[in-house]
């Protein structure tokens, strides 16, 4: 595609439920990133995979954060047990892989989840 | 921990003016320095990377500059217009596991240009 995607756009939750994020990055690329967004901040990384494996996942905040990227390019990004505090946006952000570490970042429109 | 700062938070200049965003970072050692432009409701607009081996990167009416030594990166805006209004946000490219960098963000200046 031309550029990041990201579903569901707007996501309303219930606390306590399960809720999962969609990542569709940009066709070929290596990187995918998650960040979390909240309310008048700078993004905060979340995790980095390279193809499908995930090597950084420090910026979790707890076990009720999983994601993954079975085939190396859809990235979903799963909360369990949703809270009121995980009321954010969620943005993903692919790279090509083709400059290392130098690499422009490209992110998708978020997806802003509200837990009541 | 590497921790980026932005001033000012939020900035508004008449059209026409030339302005200066700043952003510093306490640790030195990172790859890269990207700024982004937010619009309200949307994702990230890449902007410019300077790589950290270079000093500045142009972009049309964008300059932004980096001096890893004294932890600091200016975006420079030109003739400002007021399509120029959003958040800009500035990003150091820190050490990752893999072969990509990791962002550290700033908090972001909001910016307004009046007509």
């Known amino acids: 595609g031309a550029g990041v995607s990201q579903s569901p756009r707007y996501k309303v939750a219930k606390r306590g439920q399960d809720v999962a994020l969609r990542c569709d990055p940009i066709s070929g690329h290596v990187s995918l990133f998650w960040y979390q967004q909240a309310l008048g901040q700078g993004p905060e990384f979340l995790t980095y995979?390279?193809?499908?494996?995930?090597?950084?996942k420090s910026g979790l905040p707890s076990d009720r954060f999983f994601a993954e990227r079975p085939e190396g390019s859809v990235s979903t990004l799963k909360i369990q047990r949703t809270q009121q505090e995980d009321s954010a946006v969620y943005l993903c952000a692919s790279s090509s892989g083709l400059a290392g570490r130098t690499d422009t970042q490209y992110f998708g429109p978020g997806t802003r989840l509200t837990v009541l | 921990k590497q921790e980026v700062t932005q001033i000012p938070a939020a900035l508004s200049v008449p059209e026409g003016e030339n302005l200066v965003l700043n952003c510093s970072f306490t640790d030195s050692a990172i790859y890269n320095l990207q700024w982004f432009r937010q619009d309200p409701g949307k994702g990230l607009t890449s902007l410019l990377l300077?790589?950290?081996?270079?000093r500045e990167q142009t972009s049309g009416r964008l300059n932004a500059s980096l001096d890893k030594s004294s932890g600091r990166s200016t975006l420079y805006i030109a003739a400002s217009q007021p399509g120029d209004s959003a958040t800009y946000l500035c990003a150091a490219g820190v050490i990752n596991t893999g072969t990509a960098s990791k962002l550290t963000f700033g908090t972001g200046t909001r910016l307004q240009v009046t007509l």
């Open positions: 995979f390279q193809n499908e494996a995930q090597l950084d």
């Open positions: 300077i790589q950290s081996s270079q």
